[in-house]
């Protein structure tokens, strides 16, 4: 609400001032920064491999179960699997 308030028109100092060139270091850096968080959990998670252990309190085959190519035998939708709480 205070920044209603502050700022009715939704600008922070003066639009006119603003260029695309004062973002570019900024984006670039985040972008650097996401493609290194992307190339981190593929060296810790490689493509086609999941972490199961520590990430669910599901038994690991009944997630397995639903990792497996859809249609395969074996295979579980994750529509499939009985509710645990509320959710």
């Known amino acids: 609400m205070i920044e209603r308030y502050s700022t009715p028109e939704g600008v922070v100092g003066k639009p006119t001032l603003g260029d695309a060139y004062k973002a570019k270091r ?21 493509a086609g491999t999941a972490p199961i252990d520590g990430f669910t309190f599901r038994d690991r085959d009944e997630i397995e ?3 497996k190519e859809p249609l395969s035998e074996g295979w579980k939708s994750v529509h499939e699997l009985k509710k645990i709480g509320i959710f």
């Open 26 to 46: 900024p984006i670039l850096a985040i972008c650097r920064y996401i493609n290194k968080m992307i190339d981190d959990i593929l060296a810790d998670f490689p």
């Open 65 to 67: 179960a639903c990792m």
